[in-house]
């Protein structure tokens, strides 16, 4: 009897703790990041206990829209990102609407910039918008989804330069939370405001924050992560960016002569407010470093100066070919 009480006891215990185990081992397997195949981006699952700062970053989509372009034509959509080519793609995916209307119209992909040739013609401000237009499938589909991702702090000090130093120069305004040329100043200060935006304390944005919200805000990945394609960017196209959407232009059977010309805008035309090469943006690039500590915890240090920036630590996450200056 005592014996058979005893191998009761020692089975509960043994049931108990695989129980245990199972558990702990489900956990961890859910609170793993992410990567999706054929996907160049590490994202954090809904389901993981991260700083409520990280969760928030995908909650945004009513302040931050899905700038989508479609073609289709070739089933091709395409959400720019300001700062991440978004002048230029926005000029491929509105050739692609109508090749021949827009050859006809002898604009360049940069005149974009100036005014948007198919302005409410294939824009959409939601992914979802464009699946419920174009009744596009969750589950099996011939469209493409793609997003231009580019380097978190070459973006940063690139949107710096174009937005606080070339318009403060150019009309003498005071751009960029009146932080004047100031970017330790500017940090600090538009990191707060991304910080009360994602908190809903501040629904009102600037032109400054379209430029500075995270990669990762955009394009409602939060929900469509697993459907895009991420496109690196480059500051000369030949070297990333035009091989990796040729070949996405050559699945979605874009004819050769419309790559060609696709290829010649992207490789030989620059845009106008592009940074890449310009004094200011070597200096500004130089006095910074990014610092990676843990994975999610990132920082700027500027000169002797250290800046949290932990708004941008989905944005590291990306994979990103050496940056350009």
């Given amino acids: 009897m005592f014996s058979s009480q005893t191998n009761s006891m020692l089975a509960a215990k043994v049931i108990i703790l695989l129980v245990v185990i199972t558990g702990v081992y489900i956990i961890l397997l859910i609170s793993r990041p992410v990567i999706h195949e054929n996907s160049t981006m590490l994202v954090a699952p809904k389901s993981r206990n991260v700083r409520e700062e990280q969760i928030r970053l995908f909650a945004l989509n009513e302040i931050v829209k899905a700038n989508s372009h479609v073609s289709p034509q070739y089933k091709m959509v395409n959400c720019v990102v300001q700062k991440s080519m978004s002048t230029m793609m926005t000029g491929a995916m509105c050739y692609l609407y109508n090749e021949t209307q827009y050859e006809q119209s ?8 100036s005014g948007r040739f198919c302005k409410d013609t294939n824009e959409f401000k939601s992914v979802t918008g464009v699946r ?3 009744n596009i499938s969750y589950v099996k589909t011939d469209w493409s989804f793609s997003m231009v991702t580019r380097d978190p702090i070459d973006r940063f000090v690139s949107g710096f330069v174009d937005r606080c130093v070339r318009l ?11 932080c004047g040329l100031n970017m330790t100043c500017f940090i600090e200060t538009e990191y707060k405001h991304l910080m009360e935006i994602s908190f809903k ?16 805000w ?18 000369n196209a030949d070297d990333n960016l035009m091989p990796q959407f040729d070949d996405l232009l050559q699945r979605q ?27 200011a943006k070597r200096f500004y690039y130089s006095r910074q470093v990014l610092k ?8 700027f240090q500027i000169d002797e100066v250290t800046v949290p920036i ?3 630590c989905q944005d590291v996450l990306l994979r990103f070919p050496s940056v350009s200056l």
């Fill in 106 to 113: 002898g604009r360049n992909f940069d005149d974009e910039f």
């Fill in 132 to 134: 419920e237009a174009f």
């Fill in 168 to 178: 403060q120069q150019r009309n003498g305004t005071t751009q960029c939370n009146g």
């Fill in 201 to 216: 304390r501040k629904t009102h944005r600037t032109m400054e924050d379209a430029h500075f919200f995270p990669q990762v």
């Fill in 218 to 235: 955009h394009c409602d990945l939060n929900e469509e992560v697993e459907f895009f394609e991420f496109i690196q960017y480059s500051s």
């Fill in 253 to 279: 059977k874009v004819p050769r002569r419309s790559r060609d010309f696709i290829r010649n805008q992207l490789v030989y035309q620059k845009s106008s407010h592009s940074t890449t090469g310009t004094p």
């Fill in 292 to 299: 990676k500590n843990q994975g999610f915890d990132c920082v």
């Fill in 310 to 312: 932990g708004v941008y």
